[in-house]
């Protein structure tokens, strides 16, 4: 039996990290589309490495919440009666893995990763990037890059989320907004199968229609009631 719990930007809010869509979110204080796409990277590289290379400064500065805790245990106790939580995140934080959570699936990458635009290779990546940056690998300036999935790209791990998604008996989205697919079809998707769906937020999502059931609350306070 598995859990699928898919997680968004309010998880992380309370740990410091801004989402995109509230007020004041990221998004509605930058152009995603001059920060978040392969073009807004050809043509501004130094632009779209100095906005990452500040995420990922306020990533190391945050620390994971009640809500990632929470998750954290959840994974534990299934996986002592032989159940598994899958857990899918939209976040490009670590927030999930520093909480305890063993197997999390980051489908928009990871900002603590760099991958080379020349060779492929991608590794765990802390340090500001800059075109000067060299890839480990082949050595090649001017081409690292943050490893997370900018607009037009394809998500991470699709097949292994349909796969989890075909074999779940609950369906659960925390703190995303439904405004990004295709994560935001996920609930659509559970539903046609007949499974239960339950959204936790602090208002209700662009899809809240399509969820059985919902909490709205903060999540440091909703996840922990949730899963106890
Ligand atoms: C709290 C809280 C608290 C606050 N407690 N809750 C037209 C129709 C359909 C699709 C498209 C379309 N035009 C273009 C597309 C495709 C596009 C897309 O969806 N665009 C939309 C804007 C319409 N998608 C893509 O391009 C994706 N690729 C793709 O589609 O490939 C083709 C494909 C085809 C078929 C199958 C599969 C693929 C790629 C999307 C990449 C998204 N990238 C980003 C940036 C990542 C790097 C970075 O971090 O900079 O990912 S954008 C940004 O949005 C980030 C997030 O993961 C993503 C989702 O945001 P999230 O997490 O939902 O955050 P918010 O801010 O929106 O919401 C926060 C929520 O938390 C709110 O609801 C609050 O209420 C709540 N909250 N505090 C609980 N304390």
Known sequence: MTIFVLTGAGISAESGLGTFRDPGGLWRRFDPMRLATPEAFAREPEEVHAFYNLRRQGVREAAPNAAHAALAR???SLAARGRRLFLCTQNVDDL???AGSRTVTHMHGELMRARCTACGAARDWAEPLSL???CP???RRGGMR???VWFGEMPLHLEAIDAALDEAAL???IGTSGAVYPAAGFVARARAAGIPTHEINLAPSDTAGLFD???YGP???AVPDFVE
Do not use: N, Q
Request: charged content about 25%; aromatic content about 4%.
């Open 74 to 76: 959840l994974e534990a």
């Open 96 to 98: 999930h893995e520093r």
């Open 132 to 134: 000067d940056t060299a």
């Open 137 to 139: 690998a082949c050595g």
């Open 146 to 148: 943050p490893d997370v």
């Open 171 to 173: 369906f659960v989205a």
């Open 213 to 215: 059931t919902a909490t």
């Open 219 to 221: 999540a440091t306070r």
